[in-house]
Nanobody
């Protein structure tokens, strides 16, 4: 059973940077496709970025392109989401998700493509 634990959330000032971590266990991390989603109350969970296993290409939503970097350290069994120039609208609970398969790229933005989820970490961007 894959377990995911996010960390790194908190209060960030507008224009600042953040780095979220997602520690995985229960499966060979190098064979997990990883993604980050976020959610605000009353709205659906939305895709932020993803990286498939065995793939150096990363994928990001349009609203974070140029501001977000998704990466992974297979040695540490940890995935990362780094965001710069954060805005108040980036305030949300951020979730790490994983799939033991390699979803096709066009499906990466769908929450249904992932089997496992972390508990989420709150990010609040102050004005």
């Amino acid at each position: 059973q894959v377990q995911l634990v996010e960390s790194g959330g908190g209060l960030v000032q507008t224009g600042g940077s953040l780095r979220l971590s997602c520690a995985a266990s229960g499966y060979t991390f190098s064979r997990l496709s990883m993604a980050w989603f976020r959610q605000v109350p009353g709205k659906e969970r939305e895709f932020v970025a993803a990286i498939r296993y065995g793939d150096t290409t990363t994928y990001a939503a349009e609203f974070v392109k140029g501001r977000a970097t998704v990466s992974r350290d297979n040695e540490k069994s940890t995935g990362y989401l780094q965001m710069t120039s954060v805005k108040p609208e980036d305030t949300a609970v951020y979730y790490c998700a994983a799939n033991i398969n390699r979803p096709i790229s066009s499906n990466l933005r769908f929450a249904s493509a992932y089997n496992y989820w972390g508990q989420g970490t709150q990010v609040t961007v102050s004005t």
